[in-house]
């Protein structure tokens, strides 16, 4: 409750304005709380992706990525695995669901046949959904 002071009369008139600042305040810690939080719930792995022109599809709430770096190393999420330990991987962290979809996210100076081989060890081990992740190509050109 605010009054006024000063002016002609003996008695103190009340203001009914709304005081915003402490509204201001939390609005700007709960700003920065997000923008320190949104880039932790991101894929760590440094992958140059290429660009693609198909249309962006819906994202899952959590989503499986298997990443190919450029040294052909294998992750899973942000945790390194071995070619051959991808199968056993992909069913610890889907919980043995083939049918969720997987996103692969591959180096774009990864050749094609390494790719291919990611794929078939994908295929072989009954994860048959697999996207492809890329950059939007109209957001990746100047």
Not at 59 to 68: A, G, M
Not at 80 to 98: F, H, I, K, M, S
């Amino acid at each position: 409750m605010a009054v006024k002071l000063g002016g002609d009369s003996d008695e103190l008139a009340e203001v009914s304005d709304i005081n915003v600042t402490p509204f201001i305040d939390v609005m700007l810690v709960l700003l920065i709380i997000f923008m320190v939080a949104a880039p932790l719930a991101t894929v760590d792995v440094k992958v140059d992706l290429p660009a693609s022109t198909a249309q962006p599809q819906p994202r899952p709430d959590k989503p499986v990525y298997v990443s190919v770096k450029s040294d052909l190393s294998l992750t899973l999420g942000d945790t390194p695995v071995p070619g051959e330990g991808l199968a056993a991987a992909l069913n610890a962290a889907t919980g043995g669901d083939r049918e969720q979809r997987i996103f692969l996210r591959a180096d774009k100076g990864v050749a094609y046949g390494e790719l291919m081989g990611v794929l078939n060890r994908l295929r072989a081990a009954g994860y048959l959904k697999v996207a492809l992740v890329g950059l939007d190509a109209s957001a990746a050109a100047p």
